[in-house]
């Protein structure tokens, strides 16, 4: 079965703690992207990569840092200088000449 | 990017068509309009993209007016596995097909009664 595949689906984190959240495509897509959803909002984009070892910023990119080693992975490390962590983060991946992103189940962190 | 406004909730009953409405007035040349939905707790899908007059789907049809500034989405005889988030979005049909400007709004939450 092809997909997306995030985990844990739940985290919990205390305060200061750096944590980093899994996403995993064997789609074979070329583009992955880090998306947070804090309750009743939107998607708001953290940061994006087009190819393999090349990653942007998105619109939310401050506290964020990822990596792109491997074309099926786009680990995603919320680092302490994040203010407000705790949301709900959605990993996609789109190929050229399709019009869709494919989103992952999510993973809800929580930081106390 | 062109930004959209869509009306923040809707109520319909089973078997009923619902249209949801969305405009983008200021959207560009080269832009296409797409619409996903998400259920609570998952991550959003792709339903229906379109530029311009209708586009039909197994799930849906996508009506598009001359100007483009506005788009409909048509959900016919919903079902209460139809109650979602449905987001509205305006984003570049570029060469390389990857649309990674997506802009999400906050969606109509479409609740679908008995």
């Known amino acids: 079965d092809g997909g997306i595949t995030q985990s844990p689906k739940y985290l919990f984190r205390k305060e200061g703690q750096n944590v980093t959240l899994s996403c995993e495509q064997n789609?074979?897509?070329?583009?992955m992207y880090w998306y947070r959803q804090d309750p009743g909002q939107g998607l708001r984009l953290i940061y994006y990569?087009?190819?393999?070892?090349?990653?942007q910023k998105g619109d939310i990119a401050e506290g964020y840092s990822v990596s792109r080693e491997k074309k099926e992975s786009f680990p995603l490390t919320v680092t302490s200088a994040q203010k407000n962590p705790t949301a709900f983060y959605l990993c996609a991946s789109s190929t050229p000449g399709e019009d869709e992103q494919y989103f992952g189940p999510g993973t809800r962190l929580t930081v106390t | 990017l062109a930004k959209t406004t869509q009306p923040i909730s809707m109520d319909s009953y089973e078997g009923q068509e619902v249209n949801i409405t969305c405009s983008h007035n200021n959207i560009a040349t080269n832009d296409y309009i797409t619409w996903y939905q998400q259920f609570p707790s998952q991550g959003p899908r792709f339903i229906i993209q379109?530029?311009?007059t209708k586009v039909t789907n197994e799930v849906a049809s996508l009506f598009i007016p001359a100007d483009r500034k506005s788009s409909t989405l048509s959900l016919p005889r919903v079902s209460l596995s139809d109650t979602a988030v449905y987001y509205c979005?305006?984003?570049?049909?570029?060469?390389?097909?990857?649309?990674?400007?997506?802009?999400f709004g906050k969606g109509t939450l479409l609740t679908v009664n008995p």
């Open positions: 789609l074979n897509h070329d583009a």
């Open positions: 979005l305006v984003a570049p049909g570029d060469s390389g097909g990857s649309n990674y400007k997506l802009t």
């Open positions: 990569s087009q190819i393999v070892n090349d990653f």
């Open positions: 379109g530029y311009k």
